[in-house]
């Protein structure tokens, strides 16, 4: 069945460190790929998406690119501040169906002073 | 008010007591879920409703009972819950992929529940 299996934490990082988030994916054909991210005490936000092989996901300093052939959707930050602590899912919409999300197991990030 | 609204944002409960749970969204969607996260444990998908209708029901135990009267509220009941059933309950909402288009899900800031 579909899958999202993403690196497991914590990741701690300095502030200003590049931070680099692995997701891979098991799915039929072309899903949708997506990261959520939660900030303590609250609910998952949309942090970005892409719905075809190659296109670059993009929000606030953070990149992730679907790449088809290795199956994967790495979450990338050149710089990272204190306020990113956060908990970062990879998730996937299959094809078809009513849009149900399946995701990872979460990354937790915690970004140091 | 927009978005994805969940209330209430705690709730303590005993193990006889009767709560619900409210979920209403202001997206225009026609998909809503319930999703429960608990500590150390990846995100598990509950209950879809789709149209109003139920599609999808993981292998929830009956004590957790699900409602949606109309596209924007989705409710859950809770009864006879266990201490294990603590956790944060996450509701979301989605236009039916079935229609074509696939769109992201919009998420409820959750209820932190408590069984004691």
């Known amino acids: 069945g579909d899958s999202v299996t993403q690196m497991e934490g914590p990741v701690t990082l300095s502030e200003e460190a590049f931070l680099t988030i692995n997701c891979t994916y098991t799915?039929?054909?072309?899903?949708?790929l997506f990261w959520y991210v939660q900030y303590p005490g609250e609910g998952l936000q949309l942090l970005l998406k892409?719905?075809?092989?190659?296109d670059k996901g993009s929000n606030k300093g953070f990149e992730a690119t679907y790449r088809k052939e290795t199956t994967s959707f790495h979450l990338e930050k050149g710089s990272v501040q204190v306020s990113d602590s956060a908990v970062y899912f990879c998730?996937?919409?299959?094809?078809?169906?009513?849009?149900?999300?399946?995701f990872g197991a979460g990354t937790r990030l915690a970004v140091h002073p | 008010e927009t978005g994805v609204t969940q209330t209430p944002r705690h709730l303590v409960m005993g193990m006889t007591n009767k709560k619900s749970l409210k979920c209403e969204q202001h997206?225009?969607?026609?998909?809503m879920y319930w999703y429960k996260q608990s500590a150390k444990k990846p995100l598990e998908l509950m209950f879809v409703?789709?149209?109003?209708?139920?599609?999808e029901n993981n292998s929830v135990p009956s004590r957790f009972s699900p409602e949606c009267p109309n596209s924007s509220h989705l409710f859950l009941h809770l009864h006879t819950l266990q201490p294990e059933d603590s956790a944060l309950y996450l509701c979301?909402?989605?236009?039916?992929?079935?229609?074509?288009?696939?769109?992201?899900?919009?998420f409820g800031q959750g209820t932190r529940l408590t069984v004691v």
């Open positions: 997206l225009g969607h026609n998909a």
């Open positions: 409703y789709s149209l109003e209708e139920r599609v």
């Open positions: 979301a909402s989605s236009q039916d992929g079935r229609q074509g288009g696939n769109t992201e899900a919009f």
């Open positions: 998730a996937l919409i299959p094809l078809g169906g009513y849009n149900k999300l399946i």
């Open positions: 892409a719905t075809k092989a190659d």
């Open positions: 799915a039929t054909g072309y899903p949708s």
